[in-house]
């Protein structure tokens, strides 16, 4: 199974969400070949919006195969008195996966490799599969994480994507367990996709800048096939 993981960061209002999505399901509409990829289990799509958006996105994607939400983060509270957190727990039953350890996250509101942690053992205990993101090998790899997306700092949001090359030499260093899946994630479009694509260590993507617009994320996707 390939997953594309957009990332939609604080990015979109209910009105921008709502023209994206009805964008993006008139091209899945129009393409056989995505919705049977989707069918066979061979492809994954993730929205995982910010949190006012999460019901939204989830009402109108919920009866395509394979295509799921996630949040941005969750809380290292499992529950209680916590004004303005969101809880694995409050979240349990409405997404499927939670990123966890964003370099964002790590470089402005103080996540560290401990609250990577707690945060991945919470989602798991209330069934949701965590992402982390990983900047380099020497970040934390929960033992509970599921999947694993190395994310290069320089390459976020900047256009310059990491040669295939040492996505790879990256990976090879890595100890994932066998169950542990590996996304790349940093500067990812629909002219870059496809030499991570053919990798078979590659199961995947998190996409920020080009997950903004329906057809640019659409066209990654087809793109990556
Ligand atoms: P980018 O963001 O695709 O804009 O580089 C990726 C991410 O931060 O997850």
């Not at 919920?62 to 983060?73: C, E, K, L, V, Y």
């Not at 979240?91 to 560290?112: D, N, P």
């Not at 996304?183 to 053919?198: A, D, K, P, R």
Request: with cysteine; charged share 25%; net charge negative.
């Amino acid at each position: 199974m390939h997953y594309i993981i957009a990332n939609w960061k604080a990015t979109k209002n209910l009105e921008e969400a709502e023209a994206w999505l009805k964008q993006f399901l008139s091209y899945l509409e129009a393409d056989r070949i995505v919705r049977e990829r989707l069918e066979s289990g061979a492809l994954k799509i993730v929205i995982c919006p910010a949190y006012h958006l999460l019901s939204v996105v989830k009402s109108t994607i919920s009866s395509i195969p394979n295509f799921a939400i996630g949040t941005q983060d969750v809380s290292s509270f499992e529950a209680g008195n916590f004004t303005g957190e969101v809880s694995a727990r409050n979240l349990s039953g409405l997404v499927e996966f939670a990123i966890i350890g964003h370099s964002e996250r790590r470089q402005y509101l103080g996540e560290t490799n401990e609250t990577v942690e707690e945060k991945t053992s919470l989602s798991k205990k209330y069934g949701i599969a965590p992402i982390v993101c990983i900047r380099d090998k020497n970040d934390v790899i929960p033992h509970e994480a599921e999947l694993v997306a190395y994310e290069p700092v320089y390459a976020i949001g900047t256009g310059e994507n990491e040669p295939l090359e040492k996505v790879l030499a990256l990976r090879q260093s890595l100890q994932l367990g066998d169950n542990m899946r590996f996304l790349y994630g940093g500067s990812v479009n629909e002219h870059n996709i496809v030499q991570y694509s053919s990798a078979k260590e590659i199961d995947g993507f998190l996409i920020g800048t080009a997950s903004y617009e329906a057809k640019s994320f659409y066209n990654a996707i087809r793109a990556s096939l």
